[in-house]
């Protein structure tokens, strides 16, 4: 009966996928990373000098921060390996380089201040992505094996059981959440005014900063009712996030409400989680292979 059960174990987390979705969540993955870190890149170079250092996770090494020269070469560093990750070029080398350089350089950006949690999932997902086979298809690299004569990839339980573990990751990190707000604050962040108070605390600190905040927040706050079943529904959310890995449709439903959700947090307390609601965080969970934007670019690639 052991053997039956561990067989079913892995054929559920080893099943078989096609190559080319694994290759289009690299691509999704890792052009996000490469626009995030551009986008940041300001941010990641106007640290040197600022008081304040607290090394965290693997930059914990580090006993003083880096000179400016050397937080100007892992920054460039970074963004040239998300380039090669994202296209499939040397992927057993840039693959998991890009992973570790992508850990290191936000890890660094978080030793200053708050830690941002959403920033956790896209490295996750870099991690898993890096040590995969996800070139295999629909990359330079495999531009250059097909010109050799290599034999075209074709489906097995090679580029199944990534994606899966990409599915694990997603779930997990938003069933790890409501977990620690049950740890943090049991039942009571149900049936309490925690979530209330959070949200007037966030936009009222804003407002004085003379930050963006936002008035639906501020108006939403003297409605009291409406909060315990906000806080409910977001704890159930969390909670019940591994049932999206019970097929398509659940996954479906579990999405849009994950995304309805983060919407719900840009809307009342001015907070954007860009991986999250742009989609990305959920893509493991979806045939992302059939996106019509990717196949036109894998074929202008071939």
């Known amino acids: 009966m052991l053997s039956r059960a561990a067989r079913a174990v892995d054929r559920w987390y080893r099943p078989v996928a096609a190559p080319e979705r694994l290759a289009a969540l690299r691509i999704l993955v890792g052009g996000f990373a490469v626009a995030y870190l551009a986008l940041r890149l300001p941010n ?18 580090l006993a003083a921060p880096l000179t400016t020269a050397a937080v100007i070469v892992q920054a460039v560093l970074a963004l040239l390996l998300g380039l090669a990750f994202a296209f499939g ?3 057993r080398v840039s693959g998991p380089a890009f992973a ?9 950006r978080n030793a200053w201040g708050m830690i941002f949690h959403t920033e956790n999932l896209l490295v996750l997902h870099t991690l898993a992505l890096g040590c995969s ?9 495999a531009r250059r094996a097909r010109r050799r004569g290599a034999p075209e990839p074709v489906p097995s339980t090679r580029y199944g059981w990534p994606v899966r573990l990409l599915g694990l990751l997603t ?24 979530l209330r108070n959070y949200i007037a605390y966030d936009n009222l600190r804003k407002h004085l900063l003379g930050d963006w905040y936002s008035p639906f927040g501020a108006w939403l706050v003297g409605h009291a009712w409406l909060f315990p079943p906000l806080a409910t529904a977001s704890l159930l959310l969390e909670l019940l996030a591994p049932i999206a890995l019970l097929g398509p449709r659940i996954a479906r439903v579990w999405s ?22 742009l989609g990305l965080a959920f893509a493991p969970l979806f045939a992302v292979e059939r996106l019509p934007l990717l196949r036109r670019l894998a074929r202008s690639a071939g």
């Open 44 to 61: 990641l170079l106007g640290l040197h000098g600022l008081g304040g250092f607290r090394p965290v996770g693997v930059v914990s090494v």
């Open 89 to 91: 070029l040397a992927f």
């Open 100 to 108: 570790f350089v992508l850990l290191w350089v936000l890890s660094y």
């Open 133 to 141: 086979p996800a070139a295999d298809v629909w990359s330079l690299d």
């Open 171 to 194: 779930v997990g990190t938003y069933f790890v959440a409501g977990v620690a707000k049950l740890r943090l604050s049991g039942l009571g962040w149900a049936t309490s005014d925690l």
């Open 256 to 277: 849009l409400l994950a995304w309805g959700f983060h919407f719900g947090v840009w809307a009342i307390m001015a907070i954007f989680f860009p991986y999250p609601l």
